[in-house]
């Protein structure tokens, strides 16, 4: 059995996450490369409210986590409504509970509260991924990966806020025991360093149990 099919029996829902700026759809696309896998990208610039929410948070939270919500559904709704007979994996740079996570972070509780509400009708009519890749890198260099990438409205983001995001995120994955690849990504290199693509394909080729399963990338 070669690499790749073995990847496919273990695995035909692989979500990447991470912080702003972590390097998730740069690993998302080596993967969906790798194994010939149906890609699903966060369409973030589609959403009108996130230029206006790094300006004036308070007043744009909620329109923007709603149609971030909406979006996310659909885009994973219509995933699992169309088969493809050719591409037995899926892979994604988002999982589905990112909206409370960030609603959570971004909300106040009021509104948080309803969106919650909300979001616990749609969610149960999605597929959780097989397993989870999480690439958790500190603030400094999700801060130098944010201005390399250069997108007008990020370039101001607090490092509370991306503190919050990560602790957020870390809290959940460890409260909810998912299966998660633990990747420190300090020095992640995806596209430069072939080797640290190599650890995240030999770690899917793994079996594990529910929990954190650790790697680093030297």
């Known amino acids: 059995m070669n ?19 972590a390097g998730k759809t740069t690993l998302t696309h080596l993967l969906a490369k790798h194994y010939n896998a149906r890609l699903i990208l966060e ?16 007043q744009y939270a909620f329109p923007l986590e709603l149609f971030f919500m909406a979006e996310r559904y659909k885009q994973l709704k219509d995933m699992v409504h169309t088969k493809d ?36 009708i749609i969610h149960q009519q999605l597929s959780f991924p097989d397993i989870l890749i999480y690439l958790n890198a500190p603030v400094q260099k999700l801060q130098a990966n944010i ?24 809290s959940y994955i460890k409260q909810h025991n998912i299966k998660t690849i633990f990747i420190d990504a300090s020095n992640a290199d995806f596209l430069g360093n072939e080797q640290h693509l190599q650890i995240v394909l030999d770690a899917l080729d793994k079996d594990f149990d529910n929990g954190q399963h650790y790697f680093s990338l030297p």
């Open 85 to 120: 007979l050719f591409q037995n994996v899926t892979i994604s740079d988002y999982l589905f509970t990112k909206c409370l996570l960030f609603a959570k972070v971004n909300l106040p509780e009021e509104e948080f509260r309803l969106y919650q509400k909300l979001f616990d």
């Open 3 to 21: 690499h790749i099919e073995e990847g496919y029996m273990k695995h035909h829902f692989i979500t990447v996450e991470g912080n702003i700026g």
């Open 147 to 170: 201005r390399k990438r250069n997108r007008s409205y990020e370039q101001s983001i607090p490092d509370a806020y991306l503190f919050s995001i990560q602790e957020t995120y870390t």
């Open 43 to 58: 369409e973030f610039a589609d959403n009108p409210f996130l230029p206006k929410f790094y300006e004036n948070p308070a």
